[in-house]
């Protein structure tokens, strides 16, 4: 367990609104990441952060926004939700310690 | 990050050894083969990674080939928990961000 935190766990949202996603970590690690996993697929990478306001983009980022103002949370934006955006969402931290990755426990977001 | 291949599903019988192949020919001298779980619904799980020696830990053992383009996870005595999505994973350990990008993995079902 790498004390990282997921909020919310479940969420439904209508098309068009605004929704974020937060990610907590209690071990001050630099590097976070977010990732969303659609069925029957693997990961697929957003955005990731590799300190306090230093960002940038993954391979699949449109569409999302992230804001990382303190080191403990790593915020994911969808500043207008759209069906496709309908996922699983994990955040993961690397580790400094093995420099390897630990995701936390998911979002479920539904997008009507 | 070079391109694997593996097989979408097996079984195997609780109790035996579950040995799951990665393909990754395309490997690069400085790119390391590393796997991750994913257990029902919840988030990837790192298992063990390694460059081209073998390498063993309490999870599992990995076996990479001398020419380094496929490996093999050992889980030696698989359990009715092992049933998962693993993830094979060849990347760069010190790229920037230490991005992973995930296939599409190998849904293995422990019988008893």
């Known amino acids: 367990d790498a004390g990282i935190t997921q909020s919310p766990r479940h969420k439904v949202t209508e098309t068009g609104t605004p929704v974020t996603l937060r990610c907590h970590q209690t071990e001050n690690h630099r590097y976070m990441y977010w990732y969303r996993q659609d069925p029957g697929h693997g990961l697929r990478l957003i955005h990731y952060?590799?300190?306090?306001?230093?960002?940038d983009k993954g391979e699949v980022s449109d569409g999302y926004s992230v804001s990382r103002s303190k080191t403990e949370d790593f915020l994911l934006t969808l500043e207008s939700a759209t069906s496709s955006q309908t996922s699983v969402y994990f955040c993961?931290?690397?580790?400094?310690?093995?420099?390897?990755?630990?995701f936390g426990p998911g979002t479920r977001l539904t997008v009507t | 990050d070079a391109k694997t291949t593996q097989p979408p599903s097996m079984d195997c019988a609780e109790g035996r050894a579950a040995n799951l192949p990665c393909n990754h020919s395309?490997?690069?001298?400085?790119?390391?083969v590393y796997w991750y779980r994913q257990i029902h619904s919840q988030g990837p799980q790192y298992i063990i990674h390694g460059l081209k020696n073998n390498e063993t830990n309490e999870m599992a053992s990995l076996i990479i080939t001398e020419d380094r383009k496929s490996s093999t996870l050992i889980l030696p005595h698989a359990t009715l928990r092992d049933t998962a999505v693993y993830y094979c994973i060849v990347r760069v350990a010190e790229a920037a961000g230490n991005k992973l990008t995930f296939g599409g993995g190998t849904r293995v079902l422990v019988k008893p």
């Open positions: 395309t490997i690069s001298g400085n790119e390391y």
């Open positions: 952060s590799y300190g306090v306001k230093d960002t």
């Open positions: 993961a931290i690397m580790a400094r310690e093995d420099n390897e990755q630990y």
